[in-house]
């Protein structure tokens, strides 16, 4: 059985030196042909309309616990955060200890990501959106829960332009629906064979099937976020984090249709 994983292991890591578990830029992917003939949507956007993410502030583990609460004050609502773990540690912890999860620690520059939303339970403290391995999408952690990993974290510009109400709404259904075990963490996503809607306009578009990255881009775009690298819905493609603060995008009008309209 430990041979066989290694095996499962040796196969996925060479696959990734191929293409698609890849978040290098110089390096050819499917998605690169699926994208090829979809116009970016920060080209087609006027001036005023389009988005970037910039840096923020960087946490190092070796920062300690007080680093780490200047850090997380300076974090604010919508801000991603991307954590990454050395590669020697997370190859260990996947290789020895056979903890899947870490192969996007392994094999891409940042194997997590998060948002930073205000708790949907009604706290009022900033909590963090996400979708993970054996929790599915959550937003049960909090800012202090970041100090087990390094992490860089970026801001969108004209955050205010995002449709909040869109936001919150797609968190509380993503969170509802994406509590079904079968809709907990889609493995095929996180080799980049498939991926979840990431264009949801309805509630009904709203399901499970999704990654770290991919839960925040399909909420980003409910609430009126359209990022050029996953303007082709990457169907094969992993939706890396690296991927998400590195797009640029633009902010658009989303429609609800009819049927939520009468809710």
């Not at 054996?134 to 974290?153: M, P, Q, S, Y």
Request: some cysteine.
């Amino acid at each position: 059985m430990r041979i066989c994983f290694q095996v499962l292991i040796i196969v996925i890591l060479t696959f990734n030196s191929g293409c698609v578990m890849n978040d290098k830029a110089m390096v050819p992917k499917p998605s690169w042909l699926q994208r090829a003939f979809v116009p970016r949507p920060s080209r087609l956007a006027e001036a005023e309309d389009r988005l970037s993410f910039e840096p923020v502030t960087s946490f190092r583990r070796d920062m300690g616990e007080e680093g780490l609460i200047e850090k997380i004050k300076l974090l604010k609502e919508g801000d991603l955060v991307a954590a990454s773990l050395g590669k020697i540690e997370s190859g260990h912890d996947l290789i020895v200890n056979r903890r899947l999860n870490y192969i996007a620690y392994t094999v891409l520059d940042y194997g997590h990501l998060d948002i930073v939303v205000i708790d949907p339970e009604g706290s009022g403290e900033k909590v963090l959106f996400t979708c993970q391995s054996f929790e599915g999408v959550n937003a049960k952690r909090r800012l202090k829960d970041l100090g087990n990993r390094d992490w860089d974290a970026f801001r969108m510009t004209n955050w205010e332009r995002v449709d909040r109400e869109r936001l919150y709404e797609f968190i509380k259904i993503g969170i509802e629906r994406g509590q079904n075990k079968d809709a907990y963490y889609d493995n095929l996503s996180a080799i980049g064979m498939r991926n979840a809607n990431l264009k949801p306009i309805s509630k009904d578009d709203i399901g499970g099937g999704y990654i770290c990255s991919t839960a925040v881009v399909s909420a980003l775009y409910y609430a009126g976020v359209e990022l050029d690298n996953m303007r082709s819905s990457s169907y094969i493609d992993l939706v890396s984090p690296k991927q998400v603060f590195t797009s640029e995008g633009r902010f658009f009008r989303p429609v609800a249709s009819s049927d939520d309209s009468l809710d």
